[in-house]
């Protein structure tokens, strides 16, 4: 079989005959254009004709002490041509002024010196005991082939080097090499068009010209390399279903005061929820809203139910409890910090969504962890209803590929009626929780001067990733994710 070859690839087969193994390195100085020669490697590869050898190579950089080694000589070094010049007694170790040796290195290297035998006590004086000046020749000019990235000769003083901390560290780098396998018979082929450029369109008569064959049924090897987080992508599909619906986004903060996170919403304030079980409080208070009228209206609402009909919690409402900072716990919070800042029109028309991090109280198993994301959403206008809420609901949820949901009634304190949903999990069988919604309270409602309809909803979006990949939440995230599909996943179609 004779194979056709482009010049550049006739050029490298022979050099790896000629050499029989050569590195890649010498390899791209045969020719000017490196990319060439690496595409030239991979045919010859894929045809069988050479063989690539990868072979981890130590080398050594200079770390911190080496650097300096290297311009100011060893401590021990330093000491020694002292000794060379002064009279030292062991007494004066610790008292002793050198100039560019501090005075823990006088004693450092005053241990090296006796521990390499250059110098000796008698009568308890400090006595050379023999020229050091080779050894540290030695060692210096090993540091500087380190530096150079030259061939090491010393191998002693490379271990001395080693020994000693922070004047070297080891690194691998990776060498490639390319070993010559068969012989083949070939035709170079001139003139064959790797790209197509409209110059050459211009130029030629399409029907003339001649293409390279590429091998396009052979997959690469795969990278072991970063990629998007399926959580994250999640997060950006939610995103995309709200956008397209008209919403607009909101964002708050991840550390509120319990006025946001509960009571302005009417969650009363000897709620279950509040207690530490749930809630991560923090130590400081935090400030409440300057407006006055807001901070006794929902102080109002709070005691009698001020002007909505409601009675109230019939207590007298703890202003200090209100300040109190925790970690949100829902990103409802962040829902009635944007109701308070919504515009007058916005009031009476608007619908907002929210992608974010909560925070509960809960002991870790298998689908609670203390830290997970919300996302969550309200619209404001006339005539809504539980059915448009539940037909929002089922609407959203298929554009994620669940179309079994069902529902059932629930409790929250600020939405009334409560409306819980379910979607059926097909790998499971079995029906999961997906999201809690309702109608705001008139009392939760009345402090910000919304008398219009307001339905809303949040939910897990960890639950969500689950029926989208169908897989349990430790699998996609926490230290028991499946690593193997983390990096292979592929992500499912949906409607959107
Ligand atoms: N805050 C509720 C939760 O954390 C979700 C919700 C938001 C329910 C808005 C009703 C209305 O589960």
């Known amino acids: 079989?004779?194979?056709?070859?482009?010049?550049?690839?006739?050029?490298?087969?022979?050099?790896?005959?000629?050499?029989?193994?050569?590195?890649?390195?010498?390899?791209?100085?045969i020719d000017e254009s490196k990319d060439k020669i690496r595409r030239a490697v991979e045919t010859l590869k894929s045809q069988g004709t050479i063989e690539e050898v990868i072979e981890k190579e130590p080398f050594y950089?200079?770390?911190?002490?080496?650097?300096?080694?290297?311009?100011?000589?060893?401590?021990?070094?330093?000491?020694?041509?002292?000794?060379?010049?002064?009279?030292?007694?062991?007494?004066?170790?610790?008292?002793?002024?050198?100039?560019?040796?501090?005075?823990e290195e006088v004693v450092l290297a005053f241990g090296i010196l006796k521990k390499e035998q250059l110098i000796e006590i008698i009568d308890g004086k400090i006595v050379l005991r023999k020229d050091s000046s080779e050894k540290y020749d030695e060692l210096k000019k090993t540091l500087q082939q380190i530096k150079n990235q030259e061939k090491i000769i010393s191998l002693n003083a490379l271990e001395e080097l080693q020994k000693r901390k922070e004047f070297i560290v080891k690194k691998e780098k990776q060498k490639k090499s390319y070993k010559f396998l068969n012989l083949i018979n070939y035709e170079i082929l001139e003139d064959q068009i790797l790209y197509l450029t409209p110059d050459i369109l211009k130029s030629k008569e399409i029907s003339n010209l001649d293409f390279k064959e590429f091998e396009v049924t052979k997959l690469p090897v795969p990278k072991d390399i970063g990629r998007i987080h399926p959580l994250r992508l999640v997060f950006r599909q939610i995103r995309e279903v709200y956008l397209e619906m008209g919403f607009k986004e909101m964002k708050g903060p991840y550390v509120e005061t319990c006025f946001w996170n509960m009571d302005a919403m009417f969650i009363s304030q000897n709620h279950p929820a509040r207690d530490v079980q749930d809630t991560f409080y923090l130590e400081k208070k935090g400030d409440l809203p300057k407006d006055q009228e807001l901070i006794s209206k929902v102080s109002e609402i709070h005691n009698n139910g001020w002007n909505t009909g409601s009675t109230g919690y019939k207590y007298v409402w703890d202003l200090e409890m209100a300040k109190k900072l925790v970690l949100r716990t829902h990103t409802t919070a962040t829902t009635y910090r944007t109701l308070y800042n919504l515009s007058k029109e916005e009031k009476e028309n608007s619908k907002y969504f929210c992608i974010d991090k909560v925070?509960?109280?809960?002991?870790?198993?298998?689908?609670?962890?203390?830290?997970?994301?919300?996302?969550?959403?309200?619209?404001?206008?006339d005539d809504l209803s539980l059915g448009d809420l539940m037909a929002f609901i089922k609407e959203f949820f298929k554009k994620f590929g669940i179309t079994k949901v069902r529902f059932k009634p629930t409790y929250n304190p600020y939405t009334e009626p409560s409306v819980e949903a379910s979607g059926y999990h097909e790998k499971t069988k079995t029906w999961l929780e997906l999201i809690n919604a309702g109608i705001f309270r008139p009392e939760s409602l009345a402090p910000f001067g919304i008398n219009k309809t307001v339905i809303a909803w949040g939910f897990g979006i960890e639950r969500l990733a689950m029926f989208i990949y169908q897989k349990p939440i430790k699998d996609i995230h926490g230290d028991e994710a499946n690593l193997d599909w983390l990096r292979d996943y592929v992500v499912p179609k949906t409607e959107i």
Request: charged share 30%; hydrophobic share 40%.
């Open 359 to 381: 925070f509960r109280n809960e002991t870790i198993d298998f689908s609670h962890l203390p830290e997970f994301h919300q996302a969550e959403g309200f619209i404001i206008g």
């Open 61 to 103: 950089e200079l770390d911190c002490n080496g650097i300096d080694a290297l311009e100011n000589g060893f401590i021990d070094e330093r000491f020694y041509n002292y000794l060379k010049e002064h009279e030292v007694s062991i007494s004066q170790i610790n008292s002793l002024e050198i100039s560019k040796l501090k005075k």
């Open 1 to 29: 079989m004779v194979l056709n070859f482009t010049a550049i690839e006739a050029k490298v087969y022979e050099e790896i005959k000629k050499q029989k193994e050569i590195d890649l390195d010498y390899l791209l100085a």
